[in-house]
């Protein structure tokens, strides 16, 4: 399956607010349902787009990417007091086992969906912390989003999750997004 990074010369596009006719601020927020002391990781946060949203629920946002440019993106906009930002690739994340109390991703976990990546999830979430991928699905049209052979399933979310020690508490494919909540046992 290809895999790909996507380009900081279309950045533009992640600021589209059409973007919540497939993952709203309101959906995003009851899956991930934290309190104001949280730390929540935002993994792929681009030019923070939905970490904005939810930083007002919560305690401290790390928006981790993988492209500095990103970061600068997000940094011209504007970055909320209680957002840091981490340059770093979700399979090898630079914090301290269980420091995390949730963690997010939005159309982003084609980018890192390894057996690695969901390890090391595992390892900085303390048990009970929620993750939530909220991505295309490789089952949808294909219409908008990446190219349906660049996407994965719930399945592959639910299996790759599972294996590294997280417990599925809720699961929906929808037309083009699936949408995956697991809980660190
Ligand atoms: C499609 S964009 C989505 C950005 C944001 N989640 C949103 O919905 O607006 C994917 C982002 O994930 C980042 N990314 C890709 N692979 C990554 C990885 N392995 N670790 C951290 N960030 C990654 C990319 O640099 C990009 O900014």
């Known amino acids: 399956m290809a895999k790909h990074t996507f380009p900081v010369d279309r950045a533009d596009a992640l600021e589209d607010q059409t973007r919540y006719v497939h993952c709203s601020r309101e959906e995003l927020l009851d899956a991930l349902a934290v309190g104001r002391e949280a730390t929540v990781l935002d993994l792929g946060s681009g030019t923070g787009f939905y970490t904005d949203d939810v930083a007002p629920s919560a305690g401290q946002v790390v928006g981790v990417d993988v492209q500095q440019a990103m970061h600068e993106r997000y940094r011209r906009k ?44 595992a390892r900085v979430c303390r048990s009970g912390a929620r993750v939530v991928s909220v991505d295309w699905t490789s089952e949808g049209a294909g219409g908008s989003g990446p190219p349906t052979d660049e996407r994965y399933n719930l399945a592959h979310a639910v299996e790759t999750f599972e294996a590294a020690g997280f417990r599925t508490v809720r699961a929906a494919t929808r037309r083009e997004t699936f949408v995956h909540v697991c809980c660190k046992i």
């Open 78 to 121: 504007g970055v909320p007091p209680n957002v840091s930002l981490l340059t770093a690739p979700v399979h090898s994340l630079p914090l301290a086992e269980g420091a995390v109390d949730a963690a997010f991703s939005t159309m982003t976990y084609h980018e890192f969906a390894t057996p690695a990546a969901a390890a090391e999830l």
